[in-house]
């Protein structure tokens, strides 16, 4: 919460004085942040006291840093004026970004820089690809999701997909997504080994007392190993994105450099 203290003659007339600091009031108007707090009345008068409490220590605190500490020796406006010039900078530089960046990263860019830059993708969680369904224990033909499921040769997607819009409690059929060990442990609450599964060894069939767990491995990618492209490529693009911001702004500033030397903007007197 950000405290404020408020000169009595900037207030108008009807704002209720809520505390006084030597010569420093606190008003109602100043408290009005704390309405967007959903509280019950007991709540928001612990909130309300707290908030008041806070903003007399700060300003008691406020009041013996002025009269203890030198402020010329601190340099607070040059720190100040730095600090707002920082942030006008960064400012105009966001809106640049937003107005004159290229935002589309093509595949061709994505797969070079992955190329260039595979030590940087070496994998420290085991992740992999998984099908999961899980089913009642009173849902029908159960024997035959087994074998669609569990077949040797092939999988049985269209009959799987078939299968569980009509009778699975929970679906994850995304082919496209790599999901780590931790994911996977969180999801089912570590009930399950997922370090086990390996290509010879790539299906998990449980029961409980309500339901019957399908689990089949479709890829995986050990530790140690590259992490491949489609894991990483939201952060490889993201990765391209900062690199275009950089040299946009950079070539921005040599721009604008560049123009107030030809203008006699910018002169240097005397070589250092």
Known sequence: MVLSSCSFNNQTSSDKLVARLGDNYLYKSDLKQLNNYNLDQYDSIYI????????????????????????????????????????????????????????????????????????????????????????SIYAPQIDSMKFWFFNSDSIYFDKIEEYSYQYSKRLFYNQDEWVTIYDLEEFFANKIEFYNLTDKNNTIFIEDSLSYFFIRLTDFKDVGSYAPVDYVKKDIIEIILNKRKLKMIEIIKNKLFDDAKKSNIFEIYENI
């Open 48 to 135: 309300y006291t707290q908030f008041i409490e806070n903003w007399a220590k700060e300003n008691l605190i406020l009041n013996k840093a002025l009269i203890n500490l030198d402020i010329k020796d601190l340099e607070i406006e040059k720190r100040v004026e730095s600090y707002k010039n920082s942030l006008l900078i960064h400012s105009y530089e966001q809106n640049l970004i937003k107005q004159k960046l290229d935002t589309l990263v093509s595949i061709n860019e994505i797969t070079e820089y992955y190329k260039n830059h595979l030590d940087d993708f070496i994998l420290s969680n085991k992740i992999l690809k998984i099908i999961f369904s899980e089913i």
